[in-house]
Nanobody, 122 residues
Framework: QVQLVESGGGLVQAGGSLRLSCAASGGSFRGYGGGWFRQAPGKEREFVASITWTGTSTYYTDSVKGRFTISRDDAKNTVYLQMNTLKPEDTAVYYC???????????????WGQGTQVIVSS
C-alpha cells in the first residue's frame, strides 16, 4: 500500500514562502492525480490544489490562485506545492493526497499523507 510523506512545513512570516513536498513510497504517483488539502483548527478539510496524472492540468481553490503552484516529478515520485505570499489565513495542517481523475473533493482521494503543519505569523 502506498505511503505518502509530506515535508517542508513550518513557521513563516506573512508574505513569505514555503515549498511542500510529498514523496510516495510502496507505490507511485505515476498514473494518478496528486492533490493538496488543508485543515485549520475547528474547520473541515478543504481542497487546495490538484494536478492531473499527465501533469497538463492544474486546479486551485480561489483563495490560493496566483500564490500557490502545484507540480509533480514522476521520476522522483513526488508532488510539490510552492506557496508564495503566504497569509495568516493559510495556517493549517496540509495533507498530500493521491486519487484518480480530477481531484477536487475529499471523496476523490484514495490515499492520504499524515500532514505537515504550516503556520503563518502576522
Amino acid at each position: 500500500q502506498v505511503q505518502l510523506v509530506e515535508s517542508g512545513g513550518g513557521l513563516v512570516q506573512a508574505g513569505g514562502s514555503l515549498r511542500l513536498s510529498c514523496a510516495a513510497s510502496g507505490g507511485s504517483f505515476r498514473g494518478y492525480g496528486g492533490g493538496w488539502f488543508r485543515q485549520a483548527p475547528g474547520k473541515e478539510r478543504e481542497f487546495v490544489a490538484s494536478i492531473t496524472w499527465t501533469g497538463t492540468s492544474t486546479y486551485y481553490t480561489d483563495s490560493v490562485k496566483g500564490r500557490f503552484t502545484i507540480s509533480r516529478d514522476d521520476a522522483k515520485n513526488t508532488v510539490y506545492l510552492q506557496m508564495n505570499t503566504l497569509k495568516p489565513e493559510d495556517t493549517a495542517v496540509y495533507y498530500c493526497a493521491r486519487g484518480i481523475g480530477k481531484i477536487s473533493t475529499v471523496r476523490d482521494i484514495h490515499s492520504w499523507g499524515q500532514g505537515t503543519q504550516v503556520i503563518v505569523s502576522s
